[in-house]
């Protein structure tokens, strides 16, 4: 039928969709209500308090409840958002289900739809994962965001360009490590020759790295960053 999606494509489509709801639900009977042992989980939910709160970006737990300028506030703005903890949990799982499709989505670019939903339906069941789908921690949004910002990337329009930066941003503000993936996409662009979507890159990631910078130096003048931290002797 004209102006419809191929048989194909709507088959991996549901595929991805399948093996998304799979992990969800392999992750559901896993699931583990109680927090995470580790600290950087209660540090978050202070986080999304402060700001929920309307105290600001604040380490409420610290004398003086000082401004936070280490983790990046994505994460915690979306616990802020969230509220009740099992919420946040299971927005945790969503996102790792949401890793799942996209690495389904992905993959066909790369390898085609076979080993695209082989290696999705591997994810799927994946111990890691699964455990990370029940933490509050960053990782989960993170890698999503860095997922969708590659397969943005390899779509190659121009809604795929802007949501490659978009994701590559977010993913910065999830994660400091997202500074990769940040300025991956500018270079990327000159290597294929397109010289006004890497200068749209590369003026977006200045943005964002100066203004977390700025709000770094204003907010901890004497706190250092992650970056700072990799040249310490000893960070701890």
């Not at 949401?98 to 085609?112: D, E, K, M, Q, S």
């Not at 789908?133 to 990782?139: A, K, T």
Request: proline share 7%.
């Amino acid at each position: 039928m004209s102006g419809s999606a191929p048989r194909g494509a709507l088959s991996f489509g549901w595929a991805a969709v399948g093996l998304a709801v799979l992990h969800a639900v392999v992750g559901l009977v896993l699931y583990e209500p109680t927090l995470f042992p580790g600290g950087d989980n209660a540090g978050y939910l202070i986080l999304g308090d402060a700001l929920r709160s309307g105290a600001g970006y604040r380490d409420l737990y610290l004398p003086g409840a000082p401004l936070h300028a280490k983790y990046p506030p994505l994460f915690p703005a979306m616990l802020a958002a969230l509220g009740a903890v099992q919420a946040s949990k299971l927005a945790v799982l969503a996102c790792t289900s949401l890793v799942v499709w996209a690495t389904a989505r992905l993959g066909r670019l790369y390898a085609g739809p076979r080993p695209a939903l082989l290696a999705a339906g591997l994810l799927a069941i994946n111990p890691t994962l699964l455990e990370y789908g029940h933490y509050i921690l960053s990782e989960a949004p993170f890698t999503l965001a860095v997922l969708l910002a590659l397969w943005a990337f390899k779509r190659d329009d121009s809604k795929g360009a802007l949501l490659a930066i978009l994701a590559a941003a977010a993913a910065f503000a999830t994660r400091t490590a997202g500074l990769t993936i940040l300025l991956a996409l500018p270079l990327a662009w000159i290597l294929k020759r397109e010289p006004r979507r890497s200068l749209w890159a590369a003026a977006s990631a200045l943005a964002v790295l100066l203004a977390w910078g700025a709000y770094q130096s204003w907010a901890a003048p004497n706190q250092p960053g992650y970056l700072q931290e990799l040249v310490l002797v000893d960070p701890y």
